[in-house]
């Protein structure tokens, strides 16, 4: 057996011609191989990333035009595929663009959908005021009773994100934007919190640790047993709701449609 | 704009860098074009102290001729300045963006072979 003792190393392997687009302008870094092997991390940190240049897709393409056969073959080949995305790499021009509606966005959630307003506005079902200082408990089962709430919402599981401790759930918007849903057990899993995320081709809003108790600006809510993470999701469940159709619809409106072809 | 599609893939402990690396020696055979070149970057803790076990010395022991690869970061934690070796050939402000900006000295191209050797030192 073979070990690699090194604290941190990355080995690229970069100029593949993966397929026969046209990517005359990549640059031969967009096409490589990467493998990432350290040793600082209890479970050891491997990666391996393969990268593909990809030509623009007409406007009413609905999917990515499949790679090659040969292409598709070797990148089976090279082990267990995780997840498959597609990055928007932007040039000046529109890098501006985008931070110029960004800026717009962040000034609404500054103003109009700030913590202070929000936290006026929420009616709980559940009063867990009293509950909020109580201890956790380690290790309560969470995803069940979580799935069975936010799938409410309409809310899909997402396996392949977020990291150990982690929930991800999602759902894309009319304009193919998505809305992405965090619930975070924390450090220790003794507690709960959860971010809502909306994001499309280069930019993203993160409204973390949403309240879910009366005159709170945001909470990391202590689990003690089951019921508890029932009563706290559907809590979050009423803000998660009033942003994704007040304040994140402006959003999504604001920055317009995704490519029906993009990966998220 | 242009598109990179990212293809990410499942690896845990039990997967052999040897194997790993046949892999990856398969794909490249398979669609490398010609004068391409591969970047490395591999570093000691920054706690390693003196007297400790260097990965980076154990590798310049074996294959004296990266030696003009060797360049010595540092790490700044709260009252001690940590300096610790690295071997490079990654240029400053690389696209490869997991480790930290640094002035490399050599940019030369290093092959597959000499880096699967290395990949494959043993433990000490």
Not at chain 1, 65 to 73: G, I, Q
Not at chain 2, 43 to 72: A, C, H, N, Q, W
């Amino acid at each position: 057996m073979h070990f690699y003792p090194c604290h941190k190393s990355l080995f690229a392997f970069c100029g593949l011609d993966w397929s026969d687009e046209e990517n005359n302008d990549s640059a031969s870094d967009d096409n490589s191989i990467i493998l990432v092997n350290n040793w600082w991390t209890p479970k050891r940190d491997i990666l391996l990333n393969a990268k593909i240049a990809r030509g623009l897709p007409s406007v009413d393409c609905t999917t990515l035009p499949s790679l090659s056969k040969d292409t598709k073959e070797t990148l089976t080949n090279l082990g267990r595929i995780k997840r498959d995305t597609i990055e928007c790499v932007f040039n000046e021009d529109e890098k501006n663009k985008i931070a110029e509606v960004t800026a717009a966005g962040n000034q609404l959630l500054e103003t109009t959908y700030s913590r202070n307003n929000i936290m006026e506005l929420m009616s709980y079902p559940f009063d867990l005021r009293e509950k909020k200082s109580s201890l956790g408990e380690h290790n309560i089962p969470r995803k069940k009773t979580i799935s069975s709430v936010i799938k409410k919402l309409g809310y899909k599981h997402l396996p392949k994100e977020g990291f150990s401790g982690m929930l991800v759930y999602g759902k894309t918007t009319e304009n193919n934007n998505r809305m992405v849903i965090e619930f975070d057990s924390g450090k220790w899993f003794y507690d709960l919190s959860c971010n809502v995320i909306l994001e499309g081709p280069g930019w993203k809003y993160d409204y973390s640790h949403i309240p879910c108790v009366e005159n709170s600006l945001g909470d990391t809510f202590p689990i003690s047993d089951v019921e508890t993470i029932e009563k706290v999701v559907t809590n979050f469940c009423v803000v998660i709701d009033y942003l994704e159709n007040n304040c994140f619809k402006e959003l999504d409106e604001l920055h317009g449609p995704a490519p029906k072809w993009y990966l998220y | 704009m242009k598109l990179i599609q990212h293809i990410n893939y499942s690896l845990n402990k039990n997967d052999k860098i040897d194997m790993i690396l046949d892999k990856i020696e398969d794909a490249l055979n398979r669609h490398r074009k010609e004068d391409t070149k591969n970047y490395f970057f591999i570093s000691d803790s920054s706690s390693t102290y003196e007297g400790s076990v260097s990965s980076v010395s154990r590798i310049l022991k074996k294959f004296p001729e990266l030696m003009k690869f060797e360049i010595v970061l540092e790490e700044n934690n709260p009252g001690i300045i940590s300096r610790y070796k690295a071997l490079t050939n990654l240029p400053s402000h690389n696209k490869f963006s997991l480790y930290p900006e640094f002035n490399g000295k050599c940019f030369e191209d290093v092959g597959f072979e000499v880096l699967k050797k290395i990949a494959l030192l043993p433990l000490p």
